[in-house]
């Protein structure tokens, strides 16, 4: 995997920062009403009215962190490379929304990311393992999980990743919030090997 130096040189060099935003964000807010305290805006039911709080973690460029900025949520997004960040606050700035940018490198540091901070939490294309209680103790009651990136039916396709320690196994994201209700779940298998989970916690 790419050291922090070389994630920040990807970042400075602008890599990541036109990606459009992941179709799996965009499915999953039609369950965003299910959030408690959802109130929609009256001429935008696709908003809420007053700002619930998400965490957009391994956040990159920050095309997760933004959308979900426009959609109306109070976002801190969250990277180990100030590159990141520093391209993050450059988007928000540009499509005229906030962000609260944080930088932590869960891997190495033994922080957390709170305790029923956050209404929403996603992660897209990042995998620790130690990070998937992390996320059940950051979510309030009723919160939903938000979680996207490589299964094992990657290892059929060339390029990154190559590591079966960097992907999901089949089924894996079930078996680790078994508590959660799960709202969509999908596994991909052509092109490219991902899985995807849209899960509340209870």
Same mark, same amino acid.
Not at 152 to 160: I, K, N, T
């Given at each position: 995997m790419p050291s922090a130096a070389e994630w920040d040189e990807r970042f400075a060099r602008g890599e990541h920062a036109g990606?459009? !935003? #992941?179709?799996? /964000? !965009? !499915?999953?807010s039609r369950y965003w009403p299910l959030l408690p305290g959802w109130t929609p805006v009256a001429d935008d039911p696709a908003k809420p009215a007053a700002p619930l709080k998400a965490l957009d973690v391994a956040c990159g460029a920050g095309r997760h962190a933004v959308h979900l900025a426009e959609a109306g949520f109070a976002v801190t997004a969250m990277d180990f490379s100030p590159q990141a960040l520093t391209a993050a606050r450059e988007v928000a700035r540009q499509r005229r929304v906030s962000i609260n940018t944080m930088q932590r490198d869960l891997e190495t540091e033994s922080g957390d990311l709170g305790v029923a901070c956050f209404d929403l939490a996603a992660v897209f294309f990042y995998l620790h393992r130690p990070l998937f209680p992390m996320l059940t103790r950051c979510l309030r009651s009723g919160g939903l999980l938000i979680y996207k990136t490589y299964s !094992? #039916?990657? /290892?059929?396709?060339?390029?990154?990743p190559s590591h079966r320690m960097h992907m999901l196994e089949h089924n894996e994201l079930l078996r680790e919030f078994p508590s959660f209700r799960v709202l969509r779940y999908e596994e991909e298998f052509e092109g490219k090997g991902t899985a995807a989970l849209v899960a509340q916690k209870p």
């Open positions: 990606s459009a !935003v #992941d179709p799996f /964000l !965009v !499915v999953s !094992v #039916d990657q /290892l059929r396709y060339p390029g990154r």
